[in-house]
């Protein structure tokens, strides 16, 4: 089955710092999603991708769909102690039933 | 809020017990998902609803059942679990197959 490499698996940054994750396959994905968990939550969803090469803006974070369409980065500008969580990204493949495939997770740590 | 609330929160419950997860979506969307998260791997699928009906069982031992009455909600029935089946229990919707995935809070779940 498709799988989705993330790394790194966890970051330990200082408060101000900038932030990148990234999440590499050997599948071709239509979509990838990028969420994020809060401790004693449920993941929610941060951005959206459904263009090879496009980039999207959320406030401080900003994704990229891969050009060869089996890769995603996430980049957080200006961490701040609440961007503490596990980001997971998940690619989606129209021609698997629409699925997602979810990495393994970046656990971000921030030190005021 | 989330759009997606799940019950319990927390269940604990011995091997030969039998007991039953439920969700419901306040979101108007017409998939439901089951997802296993544990510790140290990626979100695990386990069953797809799309308008009630199943479409995906990702060959998921029997001792779990799931039932969608309606599009709303979504149960998860367990019976003679195992230790090992210990984990986040996460509901998700979308608004229709592949559009992005609403997740609940999940049920953390302990198999004594």
């Known amino acids: 089955g498709q799988q989705l490499n993330q790394s790194p698996q966890s970051m330990f940054i200082q408060e101000g710092e900038d932030v990148s994750m990234n999440c590499t396959s050997s599948s071709i994905f239509n979509t990838w999603l990028w969420y994020k968990q809060d401790p004693g939550e449920g993941p929610v969803l941060l951005i959206a991708l459904y263009k090879a090469g496009e980039l999207t803006s959320n406030g401080r974070l900003t994704a990229q769909f891969g050009i060869t369409r089996k890769d995603s980065f996430l980049n957080i500008s200006a961490s701040i102690p609440s961007d503490v969580g596990i980001y997971f990204c998940a690619g989606q493949l129209k021609n698997a039933g629409n699925m997602l495939t979810f990495g393994g997770g970046t656990r971000l740590m921030v030190k005021p | 809020e989330t759009g997606v609330t799940q019950t319990p929160r927390h269940l604990v419950m011995g091997m030969t017990n039998k007991k039953s997860l439920k969700c419901e979506q306040h979101l108007g969307h017409n998939a439901m998902y089951w997802y296993k998260q544990s510790a140290k791997k990626p979100l695990e699928l386990m069953f797809v609803y799309n308008f009630k009906e199943q479409t995906e069982n990702n060959s998921v031992p029997s001792r779990f059942s799931p039932e969608c009455p309606n599009s709303s909600h979504l149960f998860l029935h367990l019976h003679t679990l195992q230790p090992e089946d210990s984990a986040l229990y996460l509901c998700?919707?979308?608004?229709?197959?592949?559009?992005?995935?609403?997740f609940g809070n999940g049920t953390r779940l302990t198999v004594t």
């Open positions: 998700a919707s979308s608004q229709e197959m592949g559009s992005p995935l609403h």
